[in-house]
């Protein structure tokens, strides 16, 4: 788990396997409460949002209910899951 505070405000953010296919998820919650966010992080270490998926929203604390982006350090290690898991079920 990584946190990043930013306005006030603290970010959990979550590494994990998730069930795609070659990505790896960041999962993003903040202090306030409310939604979760997601991140799916690929192989070459590119992150997408992707709070529109079941289960996930926007950020409560920003007007445009944008998520920050995830510290380096969950980046780096959502990438070696990514990796790894392209290498287990190839395409």
């Known amino acids: 788990m990584y946190t990043l505070r930013k306005g006030g405000h603290s970010y959990l953010y979550q590494v994990g396997f998730g069930e795609e296919l070659a990505v790896a998820r960041v999962i993003v919650r903040c202090d306030a409460g409310g939604s979760e966010g997601l991140f799916l992080v690929k192989q070459d270490g590119s992150v997408e949002p992707a709070d529109d998926r079941p ?16 510290p380096r350090e969950a980046i780096r290690d959502a990438r ?5 898991k392209a290498h287990t079920h190839p395409a």
């Open 80 to 84: 070696e899951i990514a990796q790894h």
């Open 55 to 70: 289960g996930f929203g926007v950020n409560p604390l920003r007007a445009d209910g944008v998520w920050p982006n995830p």
